[in-house]
């Protein structure tokens, strides 16, 4: 298949640098046709604004989301964005490959999925109406495609666990797997993570590997995580709260995965 | 008293230029002083890199905590990240504004995080023990300061209830609240929330500017979140997870606030 490998690390020769190059060349040895989105090494653009649109004038009102729908609209976007979007329509697989700092993702991968999910192509998409609120959640331009997370963190397994102080590593990782996958449609599969990266010897590089491998190599065949799509009966609309007898007395992130 | 303003939009004329604008002019009049870090107009660079330790030599290996860490100590920082510190190290408290974009903050303002939070000063500050996990979730070098978020969402406040789709937004926010607030010291006041940015009109803007007057207000008397402190008894270190006794049954973010 063909699969998007999207990467954020500035350094080529860090622990992030070589499990990605393991998994590049993994993926490659099974078959599959790989496309790397190395975000520093293509110096990629971060912030969102008026150049994202070829049409924007200097000097007059930008509007994120109305100047994101024009550009998209009239293929008039940023070569960069267009780019990574045709790249996002090849793929039937993407995965993201990220340290975690400060909680979440680093802010050069942020500004990828604030430039290239375009209004019209990563949201603004469907018709809402009394029975469905866009095609999002499930449904969306991105359905049918897989993505999954691979993870560094400094801090220890069980600074994320359950009642770690950070939090549970589901719970910080909800915003991107739910909010940014699921949102435009991905099938988000569980995340590949790896505590205390500074500490990772030669030993726990090479289990590291064997683990991330086994997981490349079933990428196709994983269940992924059973996050409710949004206009199949689960949530009113438009409030988009779950319906009463839906996760009965539950609240919070959990409460959008079934079972 | 001395107020940073730190303000993530692309568009003076937005309702988020006009909310900054509100909000600088109603704190100077009651007579703090305002710095306002406006970090589309400074055209902050986001992205860490090499380049944020001056010391550091291009086409070597590039360390991001390293490299931070050695600059902060040798006082070769990139000037802007200096000057941010020094704004931080005035400020008595700390505003954040910011449009919600995939539930998170925009990608130049966690950029700004990421550079401004250097070793030394953000993170990796004071003694790792028995008894102590450094200085941070509660202590640090911005203890004593108070911070605050003005967010915009473009979604429904009931989108982001309690068993809203998108999550409920206490949830949403707890890795920047605590994670990059509390983490370093800050008493975190609650947000301001303004929802359906898209849809404000005159008396929509006169009611949250009268709100968001009212919060600005009473900076100083508002009680904090009461996060849990990290080295005060409640987690077992160096585990950091909550003390069996402690929010027993819970887990998740809920659990790291008292009561």
């Known amino acids: 298949m063909n699969v998007l490998y999207v990467y954020a690390h500035p350094e080529p020769t860090s622990l992030n640098g070589a499990l990605k190059n393991f998994a590049v060349a993994r993926l490659e040895a099974a078959g599959h046709s790989v496309q790397v ?9 971060t912030p969102v604004d008026g150049h994202d649109n070829l049409d924007w004038q200097p000097g007059t009102r930008f509007d994120a989301s109305l100047d994101s729908k024009r550009a998209f609209a009239a293929n008039r976007q940023a070569a960069d964005i267009s780019a990574e979007q045709e790249k996002l329509r090849w793929a039937d697989t993407v995965i993201f490959q990220f340290p975690l700092w400060w909680f979440s ?22 018709e809402h109406s009394d029975m ?30 359950e009642r770690g102080i950070n939090g549970p590593i589901d719970d910080l990782l909800f915003p991107i797997q739910h909010g940014m996958l699921f949102y435009p449609g991905f099938a988000v599969l569980p995340p590949f993570l790896l505590y205390r990266s500074s500490r990772v010897d030669e030993a726990g590089f ?4 064997a683990e991330l491998g086994q997981r490349l190599d079933s990428l196709a065949s994983t269940p992924p995580i059973a996050f409710r799509q949004q206009n199949a009966g689960d949530y009113q609309i438009p409030a988009l709260t779950l319906q009463p007898e839906v996760a009965s007395g539950q609240r919070g992130f959990a409460a959008h995965r079934q079972g």
Request: hydrophobic share 40%; glycine share 16%; with cysteine.
């Open 37 to 45: 989105s190395d975000l520093y090494a293509m110096q990629w653009k």
């Open 206 to 209: 090479a289990s590291a590997c």
């Open 132 to 161: 469905r609120w866009g095609d999002r959640y499930g449904e969306g331009n991105l359905a049918g495609k897989r993505a999954m997370l691979v993870v560094t963190t400094g801090g220890w397994e069980s600074h994320y666990s």
């Open 105 to 126: 993702m680093p802010a050069i991968l942020k500004g990828w999925f604030e430039r290239v999910y375009a209004y019209g192509f990563g949201y603004g998409v469907g």
